[in-house]
């Protein structure tokens, strides 16, 4: 006998394990099902990525240099507020608090390249 290869599962066939907990309701009945409400979730987020972006970009223009661009104070209060907002939302706070930490360090990056780019404005008297 020869140990089997590991394959993908079947995305069409049912469930092949089920959680303990009896409040669980399952949302889809085949895992074809989820990958398209995830797919579908994921042309979302992006578009609310570029929309945030563009947010971020905007903000570069309010902001005298680099320290004030990283704003170490307001990561904080973003990472702090997104915490709660996953444990309000029933959402994993780990997962949601390592995505904004990377999400924010990658702003942040193309924040400092676009404020380079930038040109002062003249005060005004």
Sequence with gaps: MSPETPR???TRAGALRRFRDPDYVPLCDT???VREHIDALD???VA???ERGRYVKDAARFKRDAFQVSA??????VFDKVRRLAEQNGAYPEVV???YRAMVAGFIARE???HLE????EEQP
């Design 97 to 99: 608090d390592a995505c």
């Design 72 to 77: 170490p104070q307001r990561q904080q209060e």
């Design 43 to 45: 042309v979302q987020i």
């Design 112 to 114: 400092q390249g676009d």
């Design 48 to 50: 609310l990525l570029a």
């Design 118 to 121: 930038m040109e002062n404005i």
């Design 8 to 10: 993908e599962p079947d």
């Design 31 to 33: 895992l074809a099902q």
